[in-house]
């Protein structure tokens, strides 16, 4: 089913259009030539079948739009529907920027009022706050399951993405966890602005597993959005504020990382050199010390993040660590999509758009045997929460969830060996 109406008719491949400046189009709309090699690698294009709900098909309404052949509003809801996986970007012969395009598009146009709102909410210490309570509120009451079944369409898919168990972390600004054993440096902890608030279990479980591999870890004071979010809705100025005064509050260590894919892929981006590194990249780089013991997860799917795989490309470093737990099976199914659909804030704005990706993605992981679908960002554990919420043997966690259950398994192990020996 479509969500857009389809591009103006137009013979597949033209590139007789003539030429402008490049200060109108951007680079990255003149190198498109129009090949399709895009297709098959769009989340929404695999579940739409419509032309406009392709990369090569917005590119070319964005051109329109540039060319004063068609207006901005017209072509909006084809443009607007994009994930913005960036899983297009590899997949491009002629190297088309992509996100760059999308980004300036966006930037010309006003938010819509949900973005605008939960850009509002994120970039305000006060108001996230304020929302996260809420948000719990709504959990544990269960005013959420409530409205998730006699609720209006959006309300009803907006409380299904959230969590069956919420759980805040918010240390004080500068607070420490000192390393277990022999300490190995200093890791500055990126907490982000939705994980604080709703799957704070997580940040607890990154500071737990990172301690117990010899890692001090302090979480610095730092801003409430690192400006990925922003930079997403096309506001790269704001975006870029964000990630400078993020990375400014979280220097001083020996690494900086962040347990939120799509934010260490912003603050990357925005800086290299900052050497912002995801959670299971760093413990992949720098090596696990601490043993492992067997956990009952049994099968695990897992889903990497699109701006892990696209942007970072470190998405194998998860598949790597846990597959050092013994008798782990995790698999990464070939069809599963680029995207979960969760797409920031995508699965709020397009919410029919985002249960047909992520319906896809369910489709992919398979059934059977009771499993759990890990991804590391908090966006895509809302997502797959909404899209696995009815079937009970699905669990949706953080990786690092499992990786600290393996962690605790080796601890009881080695307190009950040593219990035996004192018996004996």
């Known amino acids: 089913m479509s969500h857009a109406p389809r591009p103006p008719s137009r013979p597949e491949g033209r590139t007789d259009l003539p030429p402008q400046p490049a200060d109108l189009l951007g680079d990255g709309l003149l190198a498109c030539t129009h090949c399709g090699l895009c ?19 917005r590119l070319f309404l964005m051109r329109a739009v540039a060319e004063g052949r068609a207006e901005a509003e017209a072509v909006a809801p084809a443009v607007e529907s994009c994930l913005g996986c960036r899983a297009c970007e590899p997949a491009c012969p002629s190297g088309v920027p992509y996100h760059d ?4 598009f966006r930037a010309r146009r006003p938010p819509s009022p949900t973005r605008r709102r939960l850009l509002a909410v ?14 719990r509120f709504l959990v544990r009451t269960r005013l959420a399951r409530l409205a998730q079944r006699l609720g209006p369409r959006r309300w009803r898919r907006a409380a299904a993405t959230l969590p069956r168990h919420v759980f805040p972390f918010r240390p004080r600004p500068g607070t420490r966890f000192p390393a277990e054993g022999e300490r190995r440096g200093t890791v500055h902890l990126h907490l982000g602005c939705i994980h604080p608030e709703l799957l704070g279990e997580d940040l607890v479980d990154t500071v737990k597993v990172l301690t117990r591999e010899g890692w001090e870890v302090v979480a610095p004071k730092q801003p409430s959005c690192c400006g990925a979010l922003h930079a997403h809705a096309g ?31 912003h603050l990357h981006e925005h800086d290299p050199r900052a050497g912002v590194e995801e959670l299971f ?4 780089r720098r090596g696990l010390r601490a043993p492992l013991g067997p956990t009952p997860a049994g099968r695990v799917v897992h889903a990497p993040p699109c701006h892990l795989r696209f942007v970072l490309g470190d998405d194998h470093a998860t598949d790597a660590v846990l597959a050092r737990i013994p008798g782990l099976h995790v698999e990464r199914p070939e069809t599963m999509p680029s995207c979960c ?3 920031g804030s995508a699965f709020l704005e397009h919410p029919e758009l985002a249960a047909d990706v992520g319906a896809a993605g369910r489709d992919a992981g398979g059934g059977g045997a ?16 909404a899209v696995h919420g009815a079937d009970p043997d699905v669990a949706v966690v953080h990786p ?6 393996a962690q605790d398994a080796a601890d009881e192990a080695a307190a009950g060996g040593r219990s035996a020996a004192e018996e004996a």
Do not use: M, Y
């Not at 098959?40 to 419509?50: E, W």
């Not at 395009?101 to 300036?104: G, I, K, P, R, Y």
């Not at 400078?244 to 934010?263: F, N, R």
């Open 39 to 57: 297709l098959a690698a769009c989340p929404t294009h695999a579940v739409t079948k419509a032309e406009a709900e392709s990369p090569r098909g």
């Open 370 to 385: 009771p499993h759990i679908v890990v991804a590391g960002n908090p966006g895509c554990l809302l997502q797959w929460t």
């Open 122 to 135: 994120v970039a305000s210490p006060l108001r996230l706050r304020l929302f996260g309570t809420l948000l």
């Open 281 to 284: 990249a760093f413990l992949a």
């Open 341 to 343: 659909g969760a797409g």
């Open 400 to 405: 690092v969830r499992v990786l600290r259950r």
């Open 235 to 265: 506001r790269s100025a704001e975006g870029a504020a964000l990630a400078a005064e993020t990375l400014d509050a979280l220097g001083g260590g020996d690494a900086v990382v962040s347990a939120a894919a799509g934010c260490a892929a």
């Open 101 to 104: 395009a999308l980004a300036a």
